[in-house]
T-cell receptor, first 111, second 109 residues
Framework: DVKVTQSSRYLVKRTGEKVFLECVQDMDHENMFWYRQDPGLGLRLIYFSYDVKMKEKGDIPEGYSVSREKKERFSLILESASTNQTSMYLC??????????FGPGTRLTVT | EDQVTQSPEALRLQEGESSSLNCSYTVSGLRGLFWYRQDPGKGPEFLFTLYSAGEEKEKERLKATLTKKESFLHITAPKPEDSATYLCAVQGGSEKLVFGKGTKLTVNP
């Protein structure tokens, strides 16, 4: 079975803090993705990476950055957290034209 | 621009009452259509991939079908444990998936 793990299930941070969300996969997949999910808006793609040290902007990259130093690890960084970044963050992994597998999610609250 | 619309937004069924969820899509060059199940507070769980019109996939009480414009997720004799939000996504010409907003299914005992 594919295993995708995320560093925290719940996280509470203060406005202006730098926040790191980490995702690790064990399937040797080339592609990794970061989404956020909000009620009424569905899943929205923030960034994705199709190879080590490669990254592409998704639909809503503003206020976020990413890092992929190793194939199995993909980090999402909030440089200066704001209250409108309170959300459920989901990491996924997969290959082109195949299904994506999701991690359990991180519920981030920014106060 | 690729788009996915799911209907209804919410569906309540009695246990054993069969029904279907709809996923309408517009995409330039469909490479795959994906169905996921999501339980509250958890990440989506992969169910099916469909690649071409006419294709069907089954898993327990679920059956997914695909035409050139839409996909259906048929639920036969549902049980309360089938209650979840069901998400549909399409992949067109890029590595990105485009998701619908989901159908929240509630099955009452």
């Amino acid at each position: 079975d594919v295993k995708v793990t995320q560093s925290s299930r719940y996280l509470v941070k203060r406005t202006g803090e730098k926040v790191f969300l980490e995702c690790v996969q064990d399937m040797d997949h080339e592609n990794m993705f970061w989404y956020r999910q909000d009620p009424g808006l569905g899943l929205r793609l923030i960034y994705f990476s199709y190879d080590v040290k490669m990254k592409e902007k998704g639909d809503i990259p503003e206020g976020y950055s990413v890092s992929r130093e190793k194939k199995e690890r993909f980090s999402l960084i909030l440089e200066s957290a704001s209250t409108n970044q309170t959300s459920m963050y989901l990491c996924a992994t997969g290959e082109v034209t195949y299904e994506q597998y999701f991690g359990p999610g991180t519920r981030l609250t920014v106060t | 621009e690729d788009q996915v619309t799911q209907s209804p937004e919410a569906l309540r069924l009695q246990e054993g009452e069969s029904s279907s969820l709809n996923c309408s899509y517009t995409v330039s060059g469909l490479r795959g259509l994906f169905w996921y199940r999501q339980d509250p507070g958890k990440g989506p769980e992969f169910l099916f991939t469909l690649y071409s019109a006419g294709e069907e996939k089954e898993k327990e009480r679920l059956k997914a079908t695909l035409t050139k414009k839409e996909s259906f997720l048929h639920i036969t004799a549902p049980k309360p444990e089938d209650s979840a939000t069901y998400l549909c996504a399409v992949q067109g010409g890029s590595e990105k998936l485009v998701f619908g907003k989901g159908t929240k299914l509630t099955v009452n005992p």
